[in-house]
């Protein structure tokens, strides 16, 4: 899944916190940490499932510029035959909520007990299974259209789990940890979301009305029958908030920045619009070297990106140990750390020269 402007990095002291966190996930994949509890889940309809070998993914609340987020749940064709997906999930520890990623494997591992709805009621996945390589959908909790889709079978499930919560441990967080059986699925294989999710996150994070601080929790468009359409009659808006919205944003000015823990999480600089001179010629060039600095900021953070995410789908092919894979994630975020604070620098040194006197008369230095 993917995501997110605001993001905190496993600095000596967040590291510790994690390592020592309430819910320890070995091979969780960690994408930010903040001190704001995410809001409680939506009450919405699942779309049909558009056909077979699709894999419902439950909608949650990601974290971008100082403020949550929805994530519309969606049906995914999943990556290979036989595989799940275990969903992302909030957990709470040494005064922090941590983000883990979702991935898919052969199993569904620990998603924080997590009562998403739809199969997902805190521990695996009761929304369907595979069987000689192909998917069968339990109707009893997935929305499945017969005429379309002939695996299904009828198994009864109760849930008692009956709970909007959206994060594990805290002030009012659900109390689960993972299984031994779990803890074993940790060390499968596992993918990382796919590209269709990735660009369903990128589409969710654009989109203003997702907000937390917009929807109050009831967000427009709470799942999809398929990947980024967020329109149209497959498009499901909540039917209420599954609890009262507190906000939490208005704290974020005095919540220390949070910072990148990947590449791919590194916030671009904040480019200030100088003043015009007066001169038409300088105010121009200046634009365009505005323009080369933020392209070649945008071709390293990419490079940087690129050579993480291989590392990352080495770390998953090998079953790298947790241990290294902890150091793995250190070394990312200090890289994409280090890369965010230099491209900041080099912003504000950039409008700094461009905003002092010239030495002979008025104007920007040429």
């Known amino acids: 899944m993917r995501k997110v402007a605001v993001r905190s990095i496993l600095g000596a002291l967040v590291l510790l916190a994690i390592g020592f966190a309430m819910v320890p996930v070995a091979s969780a994949q960690i994408g930010v940490s ?30 971008n510029d100082g403020g ?4 519309p749940g969606t049906w995914i064709l999943a990556p290979q ?3 799940l997906w275990t969903p992302p999930w909030w957990g709470w520890g ?21 009562s998403y709805g739809f199969g997902y009621f805190g521990n695996g996945y009761e929304g369907g299974r595979w069987d000689g390589g192909h998917f069968f959908y339990n109707r009893s909790v997935t929305n499945v259209n017969v005429t379309v889709v002939k695996n299904v079978y009828n198994t009864t499930i109760i849930n008692r789990n009956v709970t909007r919560v959206s994060y594990n441990g805290g002030n009012g967080g659900i109390n689960a940890r993972p299984s031994a059986e779990e803890e074993r699925y940790e060390s499968e294989r596992h993918v990382p979301p796919v590209a269709a999710q990735t660009q369903h996150f990128e589409a969710a994070r654009g989109n203003p009305q997702f907000r937390a601080a917009e929807n109050h929790g009831k967000p427009p468009v709470a799942a999809t029958a398929r990947p980024g359409e967020f329109n ?15 906000g939490g944003e208005e704290h974020a000015a005095n919540t220390p920045a949070a910072k990148p823990s990947h ?11 100088l003043p ?3 001169d038409a010629k300088a105010d121009a060039k200046y634009q365009q070297q505005q323009q080369k600095l933020a392209q070649r900021q945008d071709q390293e953070r990419q490079k940087l990106q690129a050579q993480q995410e291989k590392e990352d789908q080495r770390m998953q092919q090998q079953k790298y140990t947790a241990e290294r894979q902890q150091q793995t994630e250190q070394r990312h975020a ?8 230099r491209h900041q620098q080099e912003q504000t040194h950039f409008e700094q020269s461009h905003s002092a006197p010239a030495s002979h008369g008025g104007g920007r230095p040429r």
């Open 34 to 63: 903040i001190t704001i509890a995410p809001p409680a889940l939506p009450v919405y309809d699942q779309p049909l499932c558009p056909g077979d070998g699709y894999i419902w993914t439950p909608g949650y609340w990601a974290w």
């Open 68 to 71: 949550y987020f929805w994530v």
């Open 81 to 83: 035959v036989g595989f």
């Open 94 to 114: 040494n005064g922090i909520y941590v983000f883990h990623e979702g991935y898919w494997g052969p199993h569904v591992g620990f998603y924080g007990g997590i």
């Open 232 to 246: 149209g009659r497959e498009a499901v808006p909540a039917k209420e908030a599954g609890g009262e919205y507190r």
């Open 263 to 273: 590449a791919r999480e590194i916030t671009p600089p904040t480019r200030n619009a």
């Open 276 to 278: 015009s001179t007066g």
């Open 334 to 341: 200090q890289q994409a750390q280090q890369m965010q604070d």
